[in-house]
């Protein structure tokens, strides 16, 4: 049996240690590499980089199914085989001392020399492996060769819902390691919350801690220093530097003091009950993949902090060691997972699982050991993750025992350990609100809860956030989760993002690794920005005199923040100024009094804001935070208008604006617009959760027929001051369909729609939507409204949506998904221009626009598949269904779900 195959972790490594730089001399070895493929020609290579994403082979997309067969430890034949060599120079004065090669990430199974000496074989992709190399280097021209395999024994281990991509895909350094230096260090830091005192120690051989600002001055190893400190947290990430010393080599090391405990069946950080306002992020570029450049991981933090962000899953996989150090820097909490999953075995019943296979508890406690001794250093990491969707079985409870063992600093947690016995926190992923709520109840096997994935953010949506959110705040021991996920894994490809299938692959899960709150380019999808809302630190209601200011951070103040206030009425500001709110603790809240207001008549809102008084790290002063809107006036009912007689001249019908075709009631013209008249509409194109496996509402729609309805008209009533056109609207081959009537009325130079719905037999299914849709010339471009806004929404994902009044185009109104599917309604409209068409709902309607039609948008694959046609088709609705998240988890809740009954729907039409 080849090494390929060997159940073992690797060979030839020296043991782990933690991640870090010194002043000992370091060399670099990412760059240009030679590089061929099975045995083919010498070509070159970046590295760090995967080959796949570099002219050899393609990505593969599969979510659980591994794409062999599976036959443990054994891999295809056929395994893709990259060599690489690079033949590098010492750089002058490099001391004859010891010297480590690390690579931090090989996918998956990498052989090495150096100097035609074989130093050993690395497995375990996203974990780091180092070699001793120093009395093999010479001054000039070594030649290091690695041999890398796409599938080894460790592919086994390594079944993450992710593209398939090989290669050196992350750093290599050659670092001398000078005798008596540095071998490895851990630095002790916690922080009683009563005392307000830090404890500091380092553990290491020979190892002495200075920290100047602490006035820590060579601290022995094993003695400890108790200091009055700052305590570290997500929300105030206090970082005192230091350095961990002997007399040859010298570590910079950043310190956070915190404790994190587990009190009473909470888990408390720093004394204080957290909540996990958490995403899981893969590590991904739509050009480079899982070799994320620097500024990409920055990127990420920056954008999760200014999206209220507090935690992170490093799922399903130990991050590149960068972003950890920057999750201490910028105040995130970090789950750090294993590289570990073997959710394939599921598909057999887990018959076979590596987990329960004692063949293979080396493997799986190195990769443990590996990850821990990494990244112990790490304030921001409170929990230890086993891995991922690798069932249960004795190596799993190996890598729990060895973790508490080694590092009893930080619970454990395991998703897939359901009856919590080796797991120090209960997890779970997609439980539906109603069970979270009685897992809180029952305080559920007495330790804490965390949703380790929750609200899928696949395509549009995810819906029902809130209803989470509330959870967080009702039960003490459930303590927040973690969004699925943080970005689609889209690969940059002929003009558009790639998703699985897009490279030939003969088995793939399509677009199932498009599920993140960013686009690939990171551009925040609106799921995001609902993200933010929601989970916003600061809490502004109206009561019923004043103002609550009510904060949900678990750690610091208010005092950060400033607050001010904007009155404006029928959407046009009147009156501004700031709010003065005292001192707010943790967890507290106050009320305020309302700003006096000028009476002004009109629909009224004051918006109160929560902003950064100062710049931080991650955001400007005057980072809107939070914000809470209040009725301050509601509008008047509007009057439906009429009078206007209806005039016939030839075969045309003409009332006020409008131009009628007596034949078929339809509006041809308003005004000068030529129009295809408003009819009757009950499709969208299906959203991911709309095709989510668990809920088929897409399946119900189709076989009710819902895409493609056919209109009958029953009778063209012209009476003398209206048009009353009653139709028929059904599916063929069934017998139930819905009655719709359209009453036409004007007055000058405005023309009322009252349509009035009434379901006929028994409707199988839910309504996608319950609206109008209209064709309009496409010359009509420019929008604008007053109503929520400024960005999509739907009945529930709508926080983000505040009331206002908002101007866009057409093409601005489209959320790009990347797989094409419904997006861009505005909600909750009370009048809408588009182009000089103006539109007044009684009292508001949601509306779309866009210049293809939601057949094409259901038809469409891939963003460029959406080709603009003659028209703009506009979209007003009275509802729609809301979104859920069935695409893994939870259907739409029922207080969002639109049901065929019985309804009335008027907007009048106005051209100027
Ligand atoms: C869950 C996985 O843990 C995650 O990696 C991802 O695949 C997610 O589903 C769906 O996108 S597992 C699933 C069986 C709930």
């Known amino acids: 049996m080849s090494y390929i195959e060997e159940i073992d972790p690797g060979t030839g490594a020296l043991p782990p240690r933690a991640f870090f730089t010194s002043d000992a001399p370091s060399l670099s070895l990412n760059g240009t590499w030679d590089f061929r493929l099975d045995e083919g020609d010498w070509g070159t290579i970046t590295v760090p980089g995967h080959w796949q994403l570099q002219g050899h082979g393609s990505p593969a997309y599969t979510n659980v199914k591994y794409p062999f067969p599976v036959e443990p430890p054994f891999v295809p034949s056929e395994n893709p085989t990259g060599d690489y060599r690079l033949v590098f120079d010492l750089p002058e004065n490099w001391p004859d001392e010891p010297a480590a090669l690390r690579f931090d990430g090989i996918d998956s199974c990498g052989r090495v020399w150096l100097n035609d000496t074989e130093l050993g074989i690395t497995r375990g992709s996203r974990l780091p492996t180092e070699f001793e190399v120093g009395h093999l280097l010479r001054p000039s021209g070594n030649v290091l060769t690695v041999r890398v395999h796409q599938w080894s024994s460790g592919s086994y281990l390594e079944d993450q819902d992710m593209w398939w991509m090989s290669g050196i895909f992350r750093a290599v350094t050659l670092m001398s390691r000078p005798r008596g230096g540095v071998a490895d260090y851990q630095v002790h830091a916690s922080y009683d919350h009563v ?25 022995p190893a094993g003695e400890v220093a108790e200091v009055p400190v700052e305590p570290w947290s997500a929300e105030r990430p206090r970082l005192y530097d230091g350095f961990v010393h002997t007399e040859v080599e010298r570590v910079p090391v950043r310190i956070g003091f915190r404790t994190v405990a587990i009190e009473d069946g909470v888990l408390t950080i720093n004394g204080a009950r957290v909540v996990f306002r958490g995403v899981n992020r893969h590590e991904h570029h739509p050009k480079f993949g899982r070799a994320v450049p620097r500024e990409t991981a920055l990127a990420d933090v920056l954008l999760m902090k200014q999206h209220n962000v507090n935690a992170v899953r490093t799922s399903h996989y130990p991050p590149d060691p960068y972003f950890l150090q920057l999750c201490d820097e910028y105040g995130l909490w970090v789950i750090d997972e294993c590289d570990l999953e073997t959710h394939g075995f599921g598909e057999l019943g887990w018959a076979g699982n590596p987990s329960d296979d004692p063949r293979w508890a080396e493997s799986y406690v190195d990769r443990m050991r590996r990850m821990v001794e990494r990244d112990k250093n790490h304030p921001s990491i409170v929990l230890w993750s086993l891995g991922n969707e690798s069932h249960t079985g004795r190596n799993l409870a190996a890598m729990a025992e060895w973790t508490r063992d080694r590092d009893p600093s930080r619970p454990v947690h395991y998703e897939g350990d359901f009856d919590c016995e080796y797991v120090d926190v209960y997890s779970r992923m997609y439980a539906s609100p109603e069970e979270v709520d009685h897992i809180g109840q029952e305080r559920r096997h007495g330790i804490p809860f965390v949703l380790c994935e929750f609200a899928h953010a696949m395509g549009n949506g995810p819906g029902g956030m809130l209803e989470y959110r509330e959870l967080f705040e009702r039960h003490r021991t459930v303590q927040g989760g973690f969004i699925w996920e943080w970005i689609d894994h889209g690969l940059e490809r002929d003009g558009h993002f790639a998703y699985g299938g897009d490279f030939g692959e003969p088995l793939h899960d399509g677009n199932f690794v498009i599920d993140g709150l960013v686009f690939p380019d990171r551009t925040p999808s609106p799921g995001l920005l609902e993200f933010a809302k929601v989970f916003e630190p600061v809490r502004i209601t109206g009561t019923a005199s004043g103002i609550r200011i009510a904060s949900h951070y678990d750690h610091g103040s208010l005092d950060h ?157 012209v009476q003398d001051a209206a048009l009353v056109v009653r139709t028929r609207v059904a599916p063929p081959s069934w017998g ?177």
């Open 195 to 219: 005392s307000g005192t830090g404890t500091l120690s380092v553990e290491g051989a020979d190892l002495l801690i200075t920290v100047p600002e602490l006035g820590v001055e060579s601290l």
């Open 561 to 717: 923040l400033r607050f001010d206030w904007i009155h404006e009425v029928d959407g046009e500001e009147v009156a501004s100024g700031a709010l003065d709110v005292p001192s707010v603790a943790a967890r507290q809240h106050a009320d305020v009094p309302l700003p006096a207001l000028a009476a002004a008549p009109g629909e009224g809102w004051l918006t109160v804001r929560a902003s950064l008084a100062e710049a931080t790290s991650w955001a400007d002063a005057g980072h809107v935070v939070a914000w809470g809107q209040i009725s301050i006036m509601e509008a008047a009912p509007v009057t439906p208008i009429g009078g206007v007689e209806l005039v016939g001249v030839g075969d045309v019908l003409w009332l006020g604006p409008g131009e009628f075709d007596p034949a078929t009631g339809l509006l041809t013209r308003l005004g000068e617009h030529p129009v295809d008249g408003p009819r009757l509409d009950l499709w969208r194109a299906p959203t991911d959760n709309d095709r989510g496996s668990d809920h088929p509402e897409e399946r119900a729609w189709r076989d009710a027929g819902l895409h493609r309805l056919q209109h009958r008209v029953i009778e063209v009533d």
């Open 736 to 912: 139930f369909g819905m009655f719709a009537d359209y009453h036409w009325t004007a007055d000058g130079d405005r023309l009322r729609l009252r349509l009035t719905v009434t379901p006929d037999g028994e409707w199988p299914c839910t309504l996608p939507r319950l609206g109008l849709r209209l064709a309009l010339p496409a010359t009509l471009d420019t929008v604008e409204w007053f109503g929520a806004g400024p960005g999509e929404a739907y009945a529930d994902s709508r926080q983000a949506a505040r009331i206002g009044r908002f101007t866009s185009t057409v093409d601005g109104l489209q959320t790009p998904y990347v797989f094409p599917q419904e997006n861009g309604n505005r909600a909750d409209a009370r009048w809408l221009r588009i182009g000089d068409l103006r539109i007044e709902g009684e009292p508001v309607f949601d509306f779309t626009a866009r210049r293809w039609t939601s057949e094409d948008l259901d038809a469409a694959r891939h963003t460029d598949d959406l080709q603009p046609r003659e028209h703009v088709y506009l979209n007003l609705d009275l509802a729609q269904h809301g979104l859920g998240t069935a695409s893994c988890g939870p259907g739409v809740l029922p207080q969002y779900r639109l049901h065929a009954q019985k309804a009335t729907f008027s907007v009048t039409f106005a051209t100027s």
